[in-house]
């Protein structure tokens, strides 16, 4: 039989994904799960963003521009506007969801070997889109002991070779919760300068801030357009998961005429589903208020749960809704997977991301998990009840 590429064989499984076997098999079984494996938000969709797509008059489905409707980008760069982020139309490609937009920056900027340094853990699909291009990840650890703050610029510089095209940070974080300060930021900023580098920010939560805290953009900085790549998407902000729309943002002209060759070679995004993310920029702002709120609590009773555990140790997140969570276990793989097929606890069970896959440094995470908090309060305390009474009787 002919072979496989090596790409392919080197092509990470979804850590979030892969113990869905497992999890049919559960519920085929008469189980019920309570899924905080999956940053899938049960917040309803704009009404606004539905109805454009129900009331609409389109009479021929056709492509869209490569880079994205007219009209659709010149609202996202008013959005963009209302957040102190000034950009043009034109400084924006709308994209597959942000997955293809990361796709298209790595295929941009880097060639075969070249290499990202990344905070880790980080959200796992920048491995296979970075196995994908042929792409090296030199992951920075961060600590759950220091909340997964930046790490120090001194270690950054350890990584820096020749081969170096770009720090890539995601903020608010995925899969840590942890918001950058501006602080930080200007030091990457500096960082970036110094040794000529791109900074690529992932900044699909920007809405979700907690403590009072405020997102500071990478856009925002003075001095660093040439330097600064802006990821997007409407999956989370809008629960708009299905409408696979996200845009890439930046003032380096270089980059947009390169990065629009891959848009053309794709053809266009969907044009339904611009037409939806589109209207949902209308969504008032009382949306956004009454979900931040929402979260606030959610994560406050999370953590609350989690720490009444014995040798349960739990990272305090600022924005997104995940944290990271790190058991009394030898291999949360081995966990998570038992959750589904060996236990329940009144005939219910949960279903977690061992987050041993949003690390790229071997034996790292490895009794770790990531939860999403994205269900409401009460099934938050009944699910961290489950994994309280399975650690009683669980077996490394």
Not at 19 to 28: D, F, G
Not at 211 to 217: Q, V
Not at 308 to 321: C, D, E, L, Q, Y
Request: charged share 25%.
């Amino acid at each position: 039989m002919p072979s496989i590429s090596q790409k392919g064989r080197n092509m990470p499984e979804s850590p979030i994904r892969k113990l869905v076997p497992y999890a049919e098999k559960a519920k085929a079984e008469g189980k019920y799960i309570y899924h905080l494996n999956i940053g899938q938000p049960d917040i309803k969709t704009p009404e606004v963003a539905l109805k454009a797509v129900k009331e609409n008059n389109v009479e021929i489905l056709s492509y869209s521009r490569s880079e994205g409707s007219d009209t659709y980008r010149k609202k996202i760069a008013a959005y963009y506007d209302y957040h102190n982020i000034k950009v043009s139309h034109n400084d924006i490609i709308v994209t597959t969801g942000a997955s293809e937009a990361i796709a298209f920056i790595f295929g941009s900027i880097m060639d075969p070997d070249d290499e990202v340094i990344i905070c880790e853990p980080f959200y796992a699909n920048y491995i296979a889109f970075a196995t994908a291009s042929s792409v090296n990840v030199k992951p920075i650890i961060s600590k759950i002991e220091d909340n997964f703050a930046l790490p120090s610029i001194t270690d950054f510089e350890k990584l820096i070779t020749s081969r170096t095209k770009a720090i890539m940070i995601c903020n608010p974080g995925n899969p840590t919760g942890y918001l950058y300060s501006k602080e930080e930021i200007e030091q990457l900023a500096d960082l970036v300068k110094k040794h000529d580098l791109f900074l690529i920010s992932d900044e699909v939560y920007r809405e979700f801030t907690y403590d009072n805290s405020s997102h500071f953009s990478i856009l925002e900085l003075k001095g660093l357009d040439e330097h600064t790549i802006m990821i997007d998407s409407v999956s989370k902000r809008y629960s708009m998961c299905g409408a696979r729309i996200g845009c890439l943002v930046t003032r380096n002209e270089t980059i947009r005429h390169t990065v629009l060759k891959f848009a053309q070679a794709r053809l266009s995004p969907p044009t339904y589903a611009q037409i939806a993310s589109e209207a949902a920029l209308s969504t008032p702002q009382s949306y956004f208020v009454d979900i931040k709120n929402e979260y606030i609590e959610r994560r406050d009773t999370l953590i609350s749960e989690l720490q009444k555990i014995n040798g349960v140790k739990v990272a305090i997140p600022r924005g997104a809704f995940y944290c990271i969570v790190e058991l009394p276990v030898k291999n949360a793989d081995h966990f998570a997977q038992w959750l589904l097929e060996s236990f329940s606890f009144e005939n219910e069970t949960v279903m977690v991301a061992p987050a041993s896959g949003f690390y790229s440094t071997p034996d790292s995470g490895v009794n770790q998990i990531r939860i999403a908090y994205v269900l409401n309060k009460q099934r938050l305390v009944k699910a961290v009840n489950i994994i309280k009474e399975a650690l009683k009787v669980y077996k490394d």
